[in-house]
């Protein structure tokens, strides 16, 4: 056995080869890796987490030379990284094809140093992003429409300042908001309407400064609140006597509004916290998780089964995933990737590759493909390696051959 590797009643004790912290491989984790055909990780979760989002700039926009008009263009690189960029427009139309940067495989040289080289050749997108429509200064999104500086969203309309938002409408200033409108300064709500600077809130309307509410109308300054109406900082009010009291609260100017929320704020420390953010599911561990099951070690999850050390997959569904980073949306058998989403399948090793990609692994921003192995910027291509095409017999007999090399 590895000296750096001893069993226990639960698992498997490790030593985290590049932070050298011990961490431990539960028994029943044994059963996803030999499902996927992978080793067990010889790197601690939050290593792995790290080699993750290091590829990913959230929300920095630099402006920085197209390495094919030569204009100048926002982008998530910056014009000194080592890679050329092309406008996202010009990246998805077929102008271009990244097949022709493909070639042999070099058993002489290292493979992740010929999968650099490859991706410092072909061609980035400006932004990871599908189908926007008058959204430019956005970034890491799919189908926003009238949208700015929204970041990491998903079907938003209307809105500015959002930061992992899905389905929203004309809201600003809010994060984590999800199939909300007309919201403002909000965090972490889900179907609401008309709320304002509330947090862990669901299915309200006409809501302003409270925490924790659940099919709320009419609430000021609440929290924990079960479907209640007229209620300020928790008492009863008659609809009559709701309105005389909203009169003379002042939230139309900074100081009122600051005062406001100050005694919002002694109201919320003042109430049990639950342990976990988190409603409608069964068997979790983790904060931030939402009508899941059979979830562990995972933050900012919904709609997901059976997914471990997994983070921001927030447009559902997602299902026996593990150290899988951002998206979600029909995803199925992904393993150690990032914003890889949108009827994705057994997807390993790989970053930014959407939509409906299969069966990929050690590959970047590909899109609409199957069966490519240290792949780039590839779009509606299968049985490829290093951007090479190959005919399905010789991939299935060449990758044994890499993998093993």
Known sequence: MDPETHSTSSGQA?????????????????????????????????????????????????????????????????????VNVYHRDYWWSDKWDAIDYGRDYDWSKPFFE???????????????????????????????????????????????????????KSSFDSHMIYGSELCYECLNINKCYRTFFSTDCEECQDVYFSKDCVGCSSCFGCIGLRNKRFNIFNKPYSKNGYFAEIEKIDIGSFKGKSLT????????????????????????????????????????????????????????????????????????????????????YDVKFSVSSFPAVKSIYYSVFCASSS????????????????????????????????IKH
Request: proline share 4%; aromatic share 14%.
């Open 261 to 344: 929320q100050n005694q919002s704020l002694q109201k919320w420390l003042s109430w049990p916290h639950k342990f976990m953010h988190g409603r409608k599911n069964n068997n979790v561990l983790g904060e931030y998780i939402y009508n899941s099951k059979n979830v562990s070690n995972s933050w900012r999850i919904s709609n997901s089964e059976n997914c471990k050390y997994c983070q921001n997959l927030l447009t559902p569904t997602s299902r026996d995933c593990f150290d899988y980073t951002n998206w979600g949306q029909m995803a199925e058998l992904v393993y150690n990737s990032l914003q890889c989403g949108e009827n994705v």
């Open 114 to 168: 010929q999968v650099k080289d490859l991706i410092k050749e072909v061609p980035f997108p400006s932004g990871a992003v599908i189908e926007g429509v008058n959204s430019d200064y956005c970034q890491n999104y799919t189908r926003l429409k009238n949208c700015y500086m929204t970041f990491g969203s998903s079907y938003c309309e209307d809105c500015a300042y959002v930061i992992w938002g899905g389905y929203a």
């Open 14 to 82: 490790k030593t985290c080869q590049n932070c050298k912290q011990n961490f431990t491989i539960e028994s029943e984790d044994f059963d996803f890796y030999k499902k996927i055909d992978v080793p067990p990780p010889t790197w601690c979760p939050e290593c792995r987490l790290i080699s993750r989002i290091i590829w990913r700039n959230e929300w920095i926009l630099y402006r920085r030379k197209d390495n094919k008009t030569g204009e100048k263009i926002f982008s998530v690189y910056s014009d000194d990284a080592p």
């Open 371 to 402: 069966n490519l192995f240290a792949c780039v910027g590839l779009r509606n291509k299968q049985y490829c390696i290093l951007n090479k095409q190959y005919t399905k017999e010789e991939y299935e007999e060449l990758v044994p051959r890499i």
